[in-house]
């Protein structure tokens, strides 16, 4: 993973936070109102009261760090980002532990990656300091929505886009940094329960040196028109494969994948350069790692997979981000093959990683690699 050193203290944290003017809504949601949204949090549907901001100008830098009510934004329609796609984001989480302190997980990896992300889509990087600031203090400001729910927390949605009122084809001299919050249940609506998956061979979500390795919304936006079509076809999510030979495995839309073999050996597509490089799937190679399991970081064709299958020598396959963290996969279907995987149930060694992510995520496990970092 590529990482930049953490942040480390509380302290440190506090200072970065406090670089963000408090301008308090003077509406926020009745109580009655956000206990109703806490109480049955559904995937990225209610916000909190407040998001918080940072400008940027060629001239003058980042400036304005402020949280303040959340809203719509007035956008010019000549607005660049709605022409050009010039955009970026990250998706991480707020945990409440037992005793109320609130720790998030392994921010300076999103952060790097927030990073890399801004220059392959020549956006302005922002600091660490001010990634981890505007998390914290948004935070702090609206922590009455962190919910308290078993395998429950608040979602943390940082972005950026072109706002520079201009339709010439150039990187933006202007940009938007915010961050917005959303209480979160389990992504999908039936819970850790296996998905289905159909293996696109004729649509791909990126190319060698295309924007595949950073988190943009355009990668989204490719898709979307596959994972209908899946949809279409009885499946839950679509698996891309290489652009270049439509022979190995990538990811999901918006997930990576591994395979677990019936030897306990463990792999997962190595990183070309059209894969997101997860902060789950580096998190999860360390866990399965320490475990005792020989994780292989390669090419995977689906050939491999499909006779896999068929013969048993391929015994669990899942998928894992932060949104959904670790999620099985009961079968995979594709032109000419629908397959099992394993029983259709979830496997063990799946939901053993499952469950030792979640551990250390919600503060019932030692954190033992130092991944999480305290809000508050
Ligand atoms: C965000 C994302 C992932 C998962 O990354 P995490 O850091 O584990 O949340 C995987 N693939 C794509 C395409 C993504 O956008």
Known sequence: MTTTPDLGDTESVT??????????????????????????????????????RVRWTSTDGWHDRRVEKYGPLLLDPATAVLHYGQEIFEGLKAYRHPDGSVWTFRPEANAARFAASARRLALPELPQEDFLG????????????IPTGEETSLYLRPFMYASEKFLGVRPTLEAEFLVIASPVGPYFAGGVAPVSIWVAEDYHRAGPGGTGNAKCGGNYAASLLPQQEAYAKGCDQVCFL??????????LGGMNVFVVHADGR?????LTGSILEGVTRSSIIRLLTDAGHEVAERRILLSELTTGLRDGSIVEVFACGTAAVVTPIGRLAGEG???????????????????????????RAVDRHGWLQRLM
Do not use: C, K, N
């Open 15 to 52: 200072r970065a936070a406090d670089a963000f003017e408090l301008r308090r809504t003077d509406a926020p949601a009745p109580d009655a109102e956000r206990a109703a949204a806490l109480a049955h949090p559904r995937f990225g549907t209610v916000f909190t009261d407040h998001m918080a």
């Open 134 to 145: 505007a998390i914290a203090a948004l935070v702090r400001t609206d922590a009455a929505w």
């Open 242 to 251: 290489d652009a270049a030979t439509s022979t190995t495995l990538e990811e």
């Open 266 to 270: 463990v792999s997962t597509p190595a």
């Open 337 to 363: 093959f629908d397959l099992t995987v394993g029983d259709g149930g979830p496997g063990a060694v799946t939901t053993r990683v499952r469950a030792e992510l979640t551990d250390i995520q919600y503060g």
